[in-house]
């Protein structure tokens, strides 16, 4: 039996960045979208803006799509240290950004439906009323914007290991990066509305509101595929990069005779690698020096090596 203690061969499976901040811009932004989004659909009905009701019940969806974000980070935050998850919790950052990017696109379908609906039936719209409170729309969502694409500078790894010439490639916080895409398509509704009254005002084309709503839903289509193939990626542990897998393998078979027989790399978290390596030698050494060789690869945040005898 061991007698001496087995802590310092443990190590921790937090593989999340530090997204404290990122959580709290999170938290703000919804309280400011949610208020607006009283107002845009109060204003909408109170002076026939379809183009207003479109952008506030949109925001709706929108401030759904943030908390969705925001529960993400909290569950990743108390589960962090739960055992029941194999390698933490890294992937809920990941998880959050795939539900809301499906939610993006379902936004943008409703966008498209609802453009093609006026135009088969346009309505009488209050314009100057519904210009400004549009107007006061986008800069709410323009403050937004600033406030997530601030917070996505503070994430920190709680698993780095130091730089070096092996990094596997940047990665981010995929659940903060979907609730800036949430309110970008905000702002880009507000603006097109804009537009949309701005026309319908002085030259009379009410049909123009309901062609920008089919731009603006073309555009936060290709948002959201783009971010699903992203988080798919990961929540089904694709490999990094070929280059990178050959990078790791010639580092361990520049050591001895050895020779890599098997090799997966997977992501972990947002800036976090596993890699399970089963090698060959004549001459085995301990575990120890092969996670060394590796040292340079900084995002390996969890390595298991197996090693082979070959007589």
Request: charged share 15%; proline share 2%; with cysteine.
């Amino acid at each position: 039996m061991h007698l001496e203690s087995l802590d310092r061969w443990r190590h921790s499976h937090d593989f999340n960045l530090d997204t404290t901040e990122g959580e709290r811009r999170t938290r703000l932004v919804v309280i400011l979208t949610a208020s607006m989004m009283v107002i845009e659909i109060a204003a909408g009905y109170l002076y026939g803006s379809m183009a207003l009701l479109a952008d506030g019940w949109h925001m709706g969806t929108h401030v759904a799509a943030l908390a969705i974000s925001l529960f993400a980070y909290r569950y990743a935050r108390r589960h962090a240290d739960n055992p029941a998850y194999s390698f933490g919790t890294g992937k809920v950052s990941a998880l959050g950004g795939f539900s809301s990017a499906i939610a993006l696109v379902l936004v943008a379908l409703l966008m498209g439906l609802e453009s093609v609906w006026r135009l088969l039936s346009p309505e009488l719209i209050r314009f100057d009323q519904a210009i400004l409170v549009a107007v006061l729309g986008l800069v709410v969502n323009l403050v937004s914007a600033w406030l997530l694409h601030g917070g996505s500078a503070h994430g920190r790894s709680h698993h780095e290991h130091g730089a070096g010439h092996g990094h596997v490639h940047h990665h981010q916080d995929h659940n903060l990066r979907a609730a800036y895409l949430h309110v970008l398509a905000d702002a880009l509704t507000s603006l097109l509305a804009i537009f949309a009254l701005l026309v319908g005002k002085y030259f009379g084309w009410i049909w123009m509101d309901a062609c920008m709503g089919l731009v603006g839903a073309a555009l936060i289509t290709r948002w959201g595929v783009v971010l699903i193939r992203q988080t798919s990626r990961v929540l089904l542990d694709s490999i990094p990069d070929e280059t990178t897998l050959k990078r790791i393998q010639e580092t361990i078979e520049s050591d001895a005779d050895n020779r890599v027989v098997d090799l997966h790399v997977w992501q972990i978290g947002p800036k976090s690698f596993g890699a399970i390596i089963s090698l060959v030698t004549d001459r085995p050494r301990d575990p120890q020096h092969y996670k060394a060789l590796l040292s340079g690869f900084g995002q390996l945040g969890h390595i298991t090596i197996e090693v082979n005898h070959c007589r």
